[in-house]
């Protein structure tokens, strides 16, 4: 498969002739602050070795233009040896230095060297992002994790700028009103993890030292960053803290000293992930710089990528995957860590696993069932296939599994396994065989069977529990049922709850056993009183699907907010959705439970799950002959709440931003522009910059925002959010013009940066707005390949996902994907995919409705 899309095949014949062993660098960029720069130079120096002299292999190279090619002293023309995406080269040698000077691309789609100009103040700001390969788009490489080397990076900029990459600037010279930034050589790392950040940031130093078992000192400058205009808000303390808190506990944990100097953490605008775990040089989108206030569920996520992130520096960047099939071996392990060190650390933020529960483990059952669902360790045959695996199955699912193998291996077995994999493959690349060994020495349990049932199958089962009791009410028999295409080992507790005095659901008794095939009896259960609720999986041990029998199921629809303990309410909350989901609860059922229970939610970030799920349940879910009378009735709940919650508290600011998202009628759209003119007022809501603009889209929303008003807003926030939220506005009005324009703005130009894309599809696309976008259905299936073909991968997906005719549900936009999918069998794989799992997420809406109008 030439061209842009590397294979697997390719890589590996590549790697089996070649050893790299180093880069050298030169980027100037001291055209960046000037917009009608396109471009910056690029030189490449890199040695390597052949094992096979005389033989030809090719460098990666996405750039408008080659200056020259040298090989060992030889020039090689461009024209003949460049084709746009790649450098070919023939006739090497054993040992070999190869130099390409180019001129690589400014970036506005978050790929590459992406550029930035704040509208703030003019400044210019950039970053790099390139998982899972557009280094090939900064300078020419061997874009294949497994071909790691060390990097030697030198780096001209503006004179005002700070620049910084993985490793610490050696030197600094100033010319001619530039600067050149030249950087120590970094460990041997992968093509994708190296990093350069530029600009005038503004910077929060620390400092971080640890005594090591061999009475060494290991010294780690700190650093965090953001834009100028952001730096009021910089909450950077908060953020060092959580840092040194992590470097304690993975040092503790790991036994392997932090490998790579400095721990510089950037938060860069129009970022199209959450997080890049660049060693030495970690990349976060600025939203985690809070402007406005947020709630204590907005910190703790920070505080969970940050911590994820830092996992990485073992899992990921210490040791890397040989290819992306065992992207697993890194995403899974950080997505667990994350969790697992919020608690382990000791930060403030305790409620890390109900957090896990209700969320991330949302996003695994969602993307394992649809049809495209695979592994987690997959069978990519490309980089394509790999852009499309940074998924729930590669980072959800497989935390999951990985929080089931230490409840049946053992924390200490694990955590063995883990130090003695750091030490054995450092700087190397691994396969699942390689970590599994590890394990099984530590454990001393065979894993190859668990490892073939939870890593090398798909789907997800679901347990259901069957009580028998006698005439006294005593249970005679308790058995779980386990459903599935493949079954598997689970080692779960089984909580049994009853009412205590006061009237709360607690915890009577919790069994621990191993569930394997479709009925295993829970042998210690019999005798006992049946009880109100029987909650499998309790304690969150396993990845399934959890079920109830017609007497639990009837105790939560009346006491389900009544659960004391945070983690098995969140069970709970997060089983009945799955049963809205899978059309076997009514919609307007789980919608009643929202509005009974949410108000006395104690958990801040169930309570926002609660909220998004409440909405999708009526916009997707529900009857339509229903929709209107549900959302009427969100939105009074959200009104009743916000007028009863405690003032200034997160539970207040989240049911205001809930009103913002439900309101329709005349009582909350006049309160929403009393609120906004401040002839309204809530006691303790502060109607900050970030609340204004979420009133301003319900208003935008409902056509009661003129042009002049939301320009006002702009002007009095003129800052990069601002120009994001304005724009999702004008796109969320109304009228066939307001959808014209923002499907002309996305679809007929390539110049809309990556966060003003997404603002668009946002505004588009509201369901509520069905009747205005029906007729983008047809011109949205005739241009899926033109647009697959022509932009970057990330707005591509982005044009797929939310453009797809998701609000259409019925059976004619059924059909009119079916027609594409059988009418392009040859389309992309990666196209398809995304094409199939928003066919399905329709499917699967009419089945819903379908129970509920039942």
Known sequence: MPGK????????????????????????????????????????????????????????????????????????????????????????????????????????????????????????????????????????????????????????????????????????????GARTWQFAPTKPISTYLTAVVAGPYHVARDHYSRELPDGTTLEIPLSAMCRKSLARYFDADEILGVTKLGLDFFHEEFDYPYPFGKYDQAFVPEYNIGAMENPGCVTFKEDFVFRSKVTDAAYEGRANVVLHEMAHMWFGDLVTMRWWDDLWLKESFADFMGSYALIGARTRYSSAWVTFANQRKAWAYRQDQFPTTHPITADIRDLEAAKLNFDGITYAKGASVLKQLVAYAGADAFFEGARRYFKRHAFGNTELADLLGILEETSGRDLKSWAAAWLQTAGVNSLTPQVTTDAEGRITELAVLQNGDVLRPHRIAVGLYDHDSDGSLVRTARIELDVTGARTVVTEAAGRPRPALVLLNDDDLTYCKIRFDDASLETLRTGLGEIRDDLARALAWSAVWNLTRDGL?????????????????????????????????????????????????????????????????????????????????????????????????????????????????????????????????????????????????????????????????????????????????AGFALPAHRDLTALYAAPYFKLLEKIWAERTIEIAMRFVGGFFPSAQIGEPTLAEADSWLDGHPDAAPALRRLVIERRDDLARALRAQACDRA
């Open 585 to 761: 609860m009514p919609a307007r059922d789980y919608v009643a439970l929202v509005l009974r229970f949410a108000g006395q939610e104690g958990n801040i970030g169930v309570l926002q799950s609660l909220h998004a799920q409440a909405k999708a349940a009526v916009d997707l879910y529900a009857d339509p002959a229903w929709r209107a009378e549900g959302g009427r009735l969100l939105a009074d709940g959200a009104l009743r709440e916000l007028r009863g919650a405690v003032p200034a508290s997160d539970h207040q600011l989240a049911w205001a931003r809930f009103l913002a998202q439900t309101a329709g009628g005349a009582e909350h759209l006049g309160l929403v522009r009393g609120l906004l003119a401040g002839s309204a007022r809530i006691d303790g809501l502060d109607v900050d910059q970030d609340l204004r603009w979420s009133l301003w889209l319900a208003l935008a929303a409902a056509g009661q925002a003129t042009d002049e008003e939301l320009a006002g807003e702009l002007a009095a926030d003129n800052t990069a959010g601002g120009k994001r939220q304005y724009t999702q506005c004008l796109a969320a009005r109304p009228t066939p013009e307001a959808k014209a324009a923002a499907w002309s703005a996305v679809v007929d130009s390539d110049e809309l940066p990556n966060a003003l894309v997404e603002a668009n599809i």
């Open 5 to 176: 899309n590397l294979s697997r095949d390719e890589a590996q014949q590549r790697a089996s002739i070649l050893t790299v062993d180093g880069y050298q660098v030169r980027l100037d960029v001291t055209s960046a602050p000037d917009p009608a720069a396109a471009t910056f130079r690029s030189t490449t120096t890199v040695a390597f070795r052949c094992t096979q002299p005389g033989a030809a292999t090719f460098l990666d190279l996405l750039a408008p233009a080659v200056r020259s090619i040298t090989l060992n002293g030889r020039a090689i023309d461009p024209a003949g040896a460049f084709d746009g995406v790649r450098v070919h080269v023939d006739g090497l040698a054993a040992d070999n230095v190869l130099t390409v000077e180019a001129d690589c691309a400014y970036s506005r789609t978050g790929e590459g060297l992406h550029r930035f100009v704040d509208p703030a103040d003019g400044e210019t700001y950039l970053y790099t992002h390139y998982e899972p390969a557009d280094a090939r788009r900064v300078f020419a490489n061997f874009e294949q994790p497994d071909l790691k080397a060390p990097f030697t990076f030198t780096v001209t900029a503006p004179a005002a700028w700070d620049v910084w990459s993985n490793a610490v600037h050696e030197d600094v010279t100033e010319q001619d």
